[in-house]
């Protein structure tokens, strides 16, 4: 499933308000959790909200902390 970028520049920090940065595992892939395609990374909370199925999930409660 692919995911619209142009979408995903408007999403920002639930938290900070910031603009978040993608991340679509690289170097972190072997650590995004099962079913999670991509995240979208906040570095001033160290938050990572997942993107399940296409669809960002901007909620805290969902978000991983980043070590
Ligand atoms: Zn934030």
Redesign the pocket.
Known sequence: MTIDSRLLDTLV??????P?KTSRGGEAEAALPEGVEAELV?P??R?AFPIKDGIARMLVDEARSLA
């Open positions: 920090c639930p938290i900070c308000k910031v978040l906040c001033a909370d938050l």
